[in-house]
């Protein structure tokens, strides 16, 4: 198992970028499939976006394709997620999360790693 730990959440104005950070221990991140996930107040989990082993492959959900970014480092462990553009409805608690199969990107169910979570809130 691998520990996720993700940072660089805070608040921001409408049309403001931010990059969140995913760092790991216990194991390193070359053989998992990274993703972000959101969840907001009331509402389920959802898929933000995936990369895979090498970085070369990534997916990202309707809503914040061409705003969103996600890529990673494997040398220091850690993935980002690069966020511009934010709107009041990407205000959610980000969560990192690791799997070992390459079958899927979406569904939370499949991963086996989640980090905490943090916050970002998005003022208009």
């Known amino acids: 198992q691998v520990q996720l730990v993700e940072s660089g959440g805070g608040a921001v104005q409408v049309g403001d970028s931010l990059r969140l950070s995913c760092t790991a221990s216990?194991?390193?991140?070359?053989?998992?499939?990274m993703a972000w996930f959101r969840q907001a107040p009331g509402k389920d989990r959802e898929f933000v976006a995936a990369?895979?082993?090498?970085?070369?492959?990534?997916d990202y959900a309707d809503f914040v394709k061409g705003r969103f970014a996600i890529s990673r480092d494997n040398a220091k462990n850690t993935v980002f997620l690069q966020m511009s553009g934010l709107r009041p409805e990407d205000a959610a608690v980000y969560f990192c999360a690791a799997k070992r199969s390459m079958i899927g990107v979406t569904a939370s169910a499949d991963y086996t790693s989640w980090g905490q979570g943090t916050q970002v809130t998005v003022a208009s």
């Open positions: 990369i895979n082993y090498s970085g070369r492959d990534r």
């Open positions: 216990g194991n390193t991140l070359d053989t998992y499939i």
